[in-house]
């Protein structure tokens, strides 16, 4: 496992946690985002793992956005190319997450600001702490959200209740958040650790191959017409009637038992 700075990752129970520790706020600085690159690539390539855990180190702040200091070292129109450098370099990463074949889940442990939503709206699955603040307060610098804010929060929340988080750089708090849809569940801050390592113990229980082709199949939603995903939907589902895993899910419930997926 690769010595990171600034990104720790412990594998337990077939679960890679992965840790954003870049004090004092976590944010993302150019460090930063490519550790979490290669800590993605990591876990998505080791075969012990079948779930991620995204989360920030300490119990009140999950990423607090992009780091000030090098935004400001943008401002120079000839920074320009470094600026777009930056900009699709952290679209590529949080696109990496949203693609994942595996599942990935934010434990959002307290303030998820600016880069730090846009991180936990490319996860899979979002749980918060009831101390968490989130929000898009890009506006607040005379910008905009530039790692994929303007995109995934509409689809989220829809286009009113999105342009008006953006425009305002108004932060909610997380009973908001989740009455809103923007995260699945909220529980309290010393609990949300092993809140999400059960959520993702369950999920690693199941077939990897299932779970594979239902993150696809979802992810295929949004990109393609109603008609278009209906068939790629079929066309997974016909693949998995192939698999090892979909015959012992039939036969452990016809016996009444619990599968032993063998993610094959």
């Given amino acids: 496992m690769s010595e990171r700075q600034f990104v720790k990752m412990t594998i337990e129970e077939r679960i890679a946690i992965l840790t954003i520790d870049h004090p004092p706020v976590n944010a993302f600085n150019a460090a930063t985002m490519m550790e979490l690159d290669g800590a993605l690539d990591e876990a998505m390539a080791n075969p012990d793992v079948k779930v991620l855990i995204i989360t920030g180190a300490g119990p009140n702040v999950f990423v607090a956005g992009a780091d000030i200091n090098e935004i400001a070292r943008l401002g120079d129109g000839a920074n320009e190319g470094d600026a777009r450098r930056m900009l699709l370099k952290g679209q590529a990463v949080f696109s990496k997450v949203e693609s994942a074949r595996k599942p990935v889940i934010a434990a959002i442990n307290g303030a998820c600001i600016g880069g730090g939503l846009e991180l936990a709206m490319a996860c899979h699955i979002r749980l918060a702490s009831d101390r ?133």
Avoid at 148 to 174: F, H, S, V
Avoid at 195 to 206: D, H, M, N, R, V
Avoid at 243 to 253: K, L, S
């Fill in 132 to 264: 968490a603040r989130l929000g898009q307060t890009e506006i607040n610098l005379g910008i905009i959200p530039g790692w994929g804010g303007t995109q995934r929060l509409p689809r989220i929340l829809g286009k009113g209740k999105a342009l008006e988080l953006i425009l305002t750089g108004d932060l909610i708090n997380a009973q908001e958040a989740y009455r809103l849809g923007l995260v699945n569940k909220v529980v309290p801050g010393d609990a949300l650790i092993k809140e999400a390592k059960g959520l993702a113990k369950k999920i690693a229980s199941k077939s990897a191959v299932a779970i594979a082709a239902a993150l696809a199949a979802v992810d295929h939603s949004g990109r393609l017409s109603l008609a278009d995903g209906l068939l790629y939907e079929v066309d997974r589902f016909l693949e998995l009637t192939q698999t090892h895993d979909m015959r012992e899910g039939v036969t452990a419930f016809l016996q009444k038992r619990q599968p032993i997926f063998q993610d094959k």
